[in-house]
């Protein structure tokens, strides 16, 4: 008779509780404030590995090169199980926060060079969601993926973290899968393979830009009329506004040979959002809300580590080197997904919005059948 599972040989625990040892790989070294920073960092890591999982299902969903109706909930499913454990996260750091800073210098020395700053399923997370290289902050001019290469010859684990990174980097990020799928929207009814859907695309992002721009303008009577700001440094924010619009809308900040491709994502992206209340929009909305979603989580993560930095070690230089709590904030200034925030700067109200063509293509049609 085959033998029964039990809780502990499933999970595995023997092993799981033996590993909290430390440096010394003797648990009986290692004083409970200490064993506290080992689990919580653990713990971080263990959910950090889930959501590389749940990120990965996200993007394999979104690659798939015609997605089917049906299979977008499943990628929002799969991002909400991401944002969800961010939040938790998040409210972890409160259990950090118990360790008072001079328990902590009691046992930071012996950490010295390491840091959270090699975290390498940290840097995994960045790279799956789609981080790009030239985004990537550095420190002292160090790069923190050649910073985890140089530190893996010296290490027990190293040429696995190697092969690991190695192999994440070969990936597609959920970022550019999302973008394919941007590129396809179709917008005022058109797709990519239509014929003229350039003329169509571009005439949409002129009257976008034109209605963006009257907004604006009647934005500037009202504020001229009624702000404390000088009428001249209101104009002038007002004029740089459309100005930063016509760029994001027609992609001029993207190297010419993307340009078009840019602004066909950018149109779709800014179409489903404006449109959002279509019924054949409703789950991209939803879609683009769950990335939103996971990226807001993500940075308030970066936020709130940084303050129970600046709580635990105040203005001190970091166990990896770095100025500590300034990088961590400047880290969470970065975004992975420039885009998706950049255009809530520039939606219309729905009585501002360009007429919608065709939209029965997106299924008011259907709207009030019995
Ligand atoms: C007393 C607790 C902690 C303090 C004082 C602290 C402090 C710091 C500092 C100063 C840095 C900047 C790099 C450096 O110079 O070392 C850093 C980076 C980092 N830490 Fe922590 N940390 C703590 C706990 C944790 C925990 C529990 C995690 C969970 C995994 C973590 C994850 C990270 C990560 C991922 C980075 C790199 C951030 C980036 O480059 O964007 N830290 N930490």
């Known amino acids: 008779m085959s033998r029964q599972p039990t809780y502990w040989d499933y999970l595995r625990l023997d092993e799981l509780l033996s590993l909290q040892g430390g440096l010394e790989d ?14 919580v960092h653990q713990v971080y890591e263990m959910w950090f590995k889930l959501m590389l999982r749940e990120l990965r299902e996200a993007r394999d969903h979104l690659a798939a090169p015609l997605l089917a109706e049906e299979t977008v909930p499943l990628v929002v499913h799969h991002l909400r199980r991401v944002t969800r454990i961010f939040e938790l996260m998040v409210q972890q750091w409160a259990v950090v926060e118990t360790l008072t800073p001079q328990d902590f210098l009691a046992f930071r020395d012996k950490l010295i060079p390491a840091s959270g700053f090699q975290s390498f399923q940290m840097r995994e997370v960045e790279l799956v969601l789609g981080l790009e290289d030239s985004h990537r902050l550095h420190y002292g001019g160090v790069d923190p ?18 092969a690991h990174l190695e192999a994440v980097q070969e990936e597609r990020s959920l970022r550019s ?25 571009d005439r949409f ?25 000088r009428p001249e440094a209101i104009e002038e924010k007002c004029a ?51 990335v939103v979603e996971v990226e807001e989580q993500f940075v308030l ?19 990896g080197g770095s100025s500590g709590v300034d990088y961590l904030d400047e880290a969470a200034k970065g975004r992975i997904f420039p885009e998706l925030w950049a255009v809530r700067s520039i939606l219309l109200a729905k009585a501002d919005l360009p007429p919608l063509h065709h939209p029965e293509f997106y299924g008011f049609a259907r709207r009030g059948q019995g």
Do not use: C
């Open 145 to 162: 993926l050649a910073h985890i290469r140089e530190k893996a010859a010296d290490s027990p684990a190293g040429s696995k973290v190697l």
């Open 240 to 290: 740089a506004a459309v100005e930063e619009t016509r760029s994001f809308l027609f992609a001029t900040d993207v190297d010419a040979e993307e340009r078009t491709w840019a602004r066909r994502v950018r149109a779709g992206l800014v179409f489903i959002e404006s449109y959002r209340e279509l019924p054949l929009l409703a789950w991209p909305r939803t879609l683009v809300d769950a």
């Open 301 to 319: 993560w970066r936020n709130r580590h940084a303050r129970m930095t600046e709580r635990t070690i105040g203005r001190r230089i970091g166990t």
């Open 26 to 39: 003797d648990e009986s070294q290692v004083s409970s404030d200490e064993l506290h920073f080992i689990v």
């Open 205 to 229: 992002l002129e009257d976008y830009l034109a209605a963006y721009s009257r907004a604006q303008d009647r934005q500037v009577h009202r504020l001229v009329e009624g702000s404390v700001v």
């Open 177 to 201: 899968t999302l973008h394919d799928w941007l590129h396809r929207t179709p917008v005022q009814a058109s797709g990519p393979d239509d014929s003229g859907d350039s003329e169509v695309v």
